[in-house]
Every structure is written in structure tokens, then in C-alpha cells.
């Protein structure tokens, strides 16, 4: 008996390729759409916002999924946003530098965190308190810059060229973003598919259930939790950076501190995160929530969303604990399930 | 005896003013079978899990194949060949009964394997200990035994020459006991592995074993042949009490 368990899945799913196919054909078509109505514009721009936020999710799912529950992730997705913008503003250097840069500034601040975290067996909800110190840091940060930062009031890169500047990453036309935010996005969700599918996979499920069993089967417990932190959080970094170039626009509120940090732990709780598409569902369900309470109520009750999430929060860790996406394809396997039994008896 | 494989000198844990492993000294030679036995509380586990770099030693000396490991880190000591379980059984719920094993087999060698050959390290030693693996059976699916089986298996994964087996056998019966005995006998035999066996019923053990050390307290009381074990005064006042006869029956049975 020697079958490797990931075969039998891989054969089952030829259905979904196709599925998958017809999405992504979808997906790519939107922009050709807008060229023919300008209807499109706005569903097209939810949709960069949804990828975007994907990204950020799906990069905050990496860790989460066993049981490393940051709330520091709104740092990262600051520090790459504020540090590429800066860069460009002050020092004039293009993002194609700026970005690698910016990055690794978001991966040293991961080590920094992580290393003495993981190095002293500090787990669970201290773990969560640490990272959550990182977020209003990093914010306060920006606040106490705020002669080169803007503070509050945000902060927007200089413009560059007429409306489309390579060299700048700055595009008027929103279909090129749509179409940067649709590789970015797919990017996330093949690493999440590749961590799932690496044997660091089943290490750090078993460091998320008993540290010392680990280790004494050879797993190198702190490298295995460094390597995931700092890929989860370099990810989230490279959403805030698109967030950043798409919008030209940041502020603490739009991408730092601990109000965006909480938003990826509800979004990705909302959709699943313990499945791959778990955290775009999660980003459905946000932005879309956010836009309609926009639309609907306008802007003069600041702070509704943020409320209603909290309150979603409480209702779906209460009643259903593995998200939107989660709980759809438990039923379904369940039913499945029932269906085979059934088929079986007769 | 044959060569040294680990020499332990002096080895002491104070737990502050408690001192559960004061200054033991051994060996053991390479292809042994080393029974370590004792009441509860008598420091088997801690100085098991002071070889195994769970907890550093207060003082003394660890020296496996000749470097001396004391203070390592538990997977490094995995990685040099030292492979343990657990007294209780301390299996991944997340994990199927293969991938627990398979895990092992990956990063518990001490060099680069590839994903194909853990998971065939994972079967063999899965096999080895006679464990069904079918495709994702839960390990919530086993009983005391079969979780006592998936600890063994996934110390042999990592491929050890040094097995330290914590086999404090409750929770079997008798006829799986003499099974866990037969077990260690046969990995020792197949696949050339050095073992010392934590137990604290003395019976079963003292049929596989070359050699047996008693503890008492944190301190070497007695070491030798099983049969003379059994009959030093010391091991029967602090230890074997009562049943002496009959573990002494069985020696004699078995010699």
C-alpha cells in the first residue's frame, strides 16, 4: 500500500477545470466589455478591488489556516504600501525597484516579529496580541511621520507621464489594473495551492496541534513557522502596493492599522479558511457589503460597516465556523455522501 | 558488550529545589535492547526526554556515537538518529494515520528526502508496526493500542539507529503487551535498532531485554541481567513489592 493520497483528488476535479475555465474566460472578458459599455465601469472596478483584497485574504489564509492568527497583517499591507509610495515620491525611485524593495522591508519586519514569537513558544492568543501591537505601530508610525507621510490625511504618489507610465505603474485605464489585480490574484491562489500541496503543509498542521511531537519527528517547528509567516506576510505587502498603485491614493485607515487587520480576519472567516477560494468569497461578501451600506446610506454614518462586521463576525464563529465557502462544500460532500449511501443499500 | 552507542555521565535535572534525575551514569551498546524500569515519579521520562533534547540537563554529559548532544534541540536530535515516543500518545487529529507517519519520514531523516520516498518510509513503518493505512483512516479511529502502534511507527519513520521507546504499557491488555514486547524485539532484529525501553511493569520486559536499569527516587538503584535484577533486595523492597515471585517466575522462565 504505497498510494499517495493527493492523487485521488487531482482525478476527480476534471469537471471543475472546466468550470474553472469557463470563470476565467469570464473574468478576462470584462474589461472588452467595458470598451463596449461604459456600464461595465463599475462593476469593473469592484472587481479590481475584490482581486486586491483576495490576495490580501488569501496571503492572510496561509498562516491562518494552522492556527497562527495575526492581526499584524494590516502592517504589512502598509509598510509595502506607504514604503513603495514614499520611494517613488521622495528618492524618485520607480516602483519596479521600489516594490522588491518595499517587500523586503515587509519580510525583515516579519522575521523580526516571528523569530522571537516562534523561538519562545509564543502561540495562540498572545501570538495574536504581539501582531496586533505590530498594527497599531506601524500606524502610529505613519501618524508620527506625518510631515512625509500626510498622517491621516493620506498620502498620494506623484503622478507621472499622461495617464499611462510604465515606468511609474500608474494607468488611467482601469482595464490594465483589472488585468495586473486577475494575475496578482491567480498569483495568490497558486501559492496557497502549492503550500497545501508541500509536505510543509502537514508539518505545520501538526506544529498547530503539539509543538514537541513535531519536533521530535524531525520538524523544524520555528523555520517551518518563519518561512510561512514570511510568505504570508510579503503577499499581503504586494496587495497593499496594488492597492496603493491602483487607487493612488493611502491612508492609514484604507490600508494599516488594527481596523484593517480585524477586516482580514473577518473576510477570510466569512468566506473559509480552510478552503483556496475561502478568502475571495470572504472579499465578495466585504466589498460588496461595504459598497451597498456606500450606496444605500451614504457616507454620513461612518464606522456602520465596520460595525456590521463585527457582528457577522460573532454570528458566523457561532454558527458557522468554516465560512460561506466552507460550509457550501461541506454540505455538498455530506450529501454526496448520502447520495453514495443510498445508491449503496438499493 | 558491543561498542558504546550512548554513554551518559552523571546526568542531573533539578526542577528547583526538586532534583528528578541526580547524577546516572550509563551505556548502551550498539544493538541492545536497555530496559529502563521504575515506580512512577523515579525521572524514566525525564531522562528520556533530556536524551531526546526535550529538556535540557542540569548537568552531566550526553554523548551519542561519540559527540556529545546534551542541550541539542529536539529535531536536531531526530535528525542525528535518535528516534522517540511518547508516553501517551501524541498523534496529529488534523493528520490521517498516514500523513502522522508520513511527516516523520519527510523531515525526520537528517538529509533531503523526496516526497515519494517519505511516503513510502511512512508505509513501511507503518507496515513494520502492523498498522492499517488506508487511504485518509483517521487516527481518531484508534484505540490504545493502535495509537501506541502510530507513536512507534513514526519514530521508525525518521529513520533512528537509537530508539527510546516510552512504552508505559497502560491501557493494554496482557496479550498486547507480550505484542508491544514482540514488537521491539522484532525492529531490533530487522532493521538493526538500538533500543531502550521505559517501562513500568516489569513483567513483560524482562523477557525482551538484554540488560535492565532500575530507578528509584532519581538514582540508579540496581543494573544488570534481568534475572539478577529481579532478585537484588533493593528493586524487590522499593519495587516489585508484592508480585516479586511472580516476575521472578518469569525470568526464570524465559532464562
Partial sequence: MTAIPQDTPVRRLERRHVAAAIVAIALVSVPILKTQSEW?????????????????????????????VSLGHGAFMGIGAYVTALLWNYAGLTPWLGIPIALATVALVAFIVGYPCFRFRIVGHYFALVTLALSEIVRQVIMATRDYTGGSLGFTPTPHGDGFSLYALQFSDRAVFYYIAFVAW????????????????????????????????????????????????????????????????????????????LQIVFAVVAGGIYVMLGPTVGAVITILLAESLRVAIGTTMVGLDTTIYGLLLVLFIIFLPKGVLGGILEWWRNRAAAGRERADRA | MADAILTVEALTKRF?????????????????????????????????????????????????????VGGFSPNRICALGIGRTFQIPRPFH??????????AGYFGQGRRVGKAEAWETAARALDMVGLAHGDHASVDTLGAAGLKK???????????????????????????????????????REMGITIIWVEHIMGVLMRVVDRVMVLDHGELISEGLPADVAHDPKVIEVYLGTDAGEVQASVGAAG
Avoid: C
Avoid at chain 1, 40 to 68: D, E, K, Q
Avoid at chain 2, 94 to 103: M, Q, W
Avoid at chain 2, 151 to 167: C, G, I, K, Q, Y
Fill in chain 1, 40 to 68: 461595465f465601469a463599475y462593476p469593473m472596478h469592484i472587481m479590481v478591488l475584490i482581486m486586491i483584497w483576495s490576495l490580501a485574504y488569501t496571503s492572510w489564509s496561509l498562516m491562518g489556516r494552522f492556527g497562527l
Fill in chain 1, 186 to 261: 491567480v498569483f495568490g491562489l497558486w501559492v496557497w495551492r502549492r503550500v497545501d500541496r508541500s509536505m510543509d503543509r502537514y508539518a505545520l498542521d501538526a506544529i498547530s496541534e503539539d509543538e514537541d511531537a513535531s519536533a521530535a519527528a524531525g520538524v523544524r517547528v520555528t523555520r517551518e513557522k518563519l518561512k510561512i509567516t514570511i510568505l504570508s506576510a510579503v503577499l499581503t505587502g504586494l496587495a497593499g502596493i496594488l492597492y496603493m498603485q491602483y487607487q493612488q491614493f493611502i491612508s492609514p485607515d484604507t490600508v494599516s492599522g488594527i481596523a484593517i487587520s
Fill in chain 2, 16 to 68: 528547583g529545589g526538586f532534583t528528578a534525575v541526580d547524577e546516572v551514569s550509563f551505556t548502551v551498546g550498539q544493538g541492545e535492547i536497555l530496559g529502563l524500569i521504575g515506580p512512577n515519579g523515579s525521572g524514566k521520562s525525564t531522562i528520556f526526554n533530556m536524551i531526546a533534547g526535550l529538556l535540557r540537563p542540569t548537568a552531566g554529559t550526553i554523548r551519542f556515537q561519540g559527540q556529545s
Fill in chain 2, 94 to 103: 488534523k493528520l490521517s494515520i498516514l500523513e502522522n507517519v508520513a511527516v
Fill in chain 2, 150 to 188: 502510530l507513536e512507534l511507527a513514526r519514530a521508525l519513520a525518521t529513520n533512528p539507529t537509537l530508539l527510546l521507546a516510552d512504552e508505559s504499557l497502560g491501557g493494554l491488555d496482557e496479550s498486547e503487551m507480550d505484542q508491544a514486547a514482540d514488537m521491539l524485539e522484532r525492529i531490533r
